[in-house]
């Protein structure tokens, strides 16, 4: 299993928009040592080649753009994501594939994802 973390910071990203702290202050102003960061957004595949979004962040155009793994590789539209998985809601889950949507359990959802890939 391959995990790729495209974005780790809150909702409002960091720096976050619309705040002034002193380290958001600061990476605006190149004093922080640390990089800006987008939304929180991960990927899972279980071969490098179909991926899976855990979620789907209002960053994720930026972030499938700064993942060459994400890229389309042929045609005018295709890509190597399979799927993304909803898992807002605890107890629940949801994939959406090809416009398609799977209910189940968080217990099965692993599995699920795993069927769906050899679809
Ligand atoms: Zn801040």
């Known amino acids: 299993m ?6 780790s910071a809150a909702g409002g990203g960091f720096p976050q928009w619309n705040c002034a702290c002193p380290n958001c202050h600061a990476l605006r102003g190149g004093q922080f040592q640390g990089k800006a960061r987008s939304q929180t957004q991960v990927a899972i595949s279980s071969d490098g080649e179909t991926w899976f979004l855990l979620g789907a962040s209002p960053d994720l155009r930026y972030q499938i753009e700064s993942s060459p793994e994400l ?4 045609g005018t539209r295709s890509s190597p994501i399979g799927g993304v998985i909803l898992v807002s809601v605890p107890d629940s889950f949801e994939v959406i594939e090809d416009n398609q949507c799977t209910r189940g359990t968080a217990q099965s959802s692993m599995e699920n ?3 769906i890939r050899l679809r």
């Not at 890229?71 to 042929?74: A, I």
């Open 2 to 7: 391959q995990v790729k973390i495209l974005g």
């Open 71 to 74: 890229y389309p590789r042929s």
């Open 113 to 115: 994802v795993e069927s």
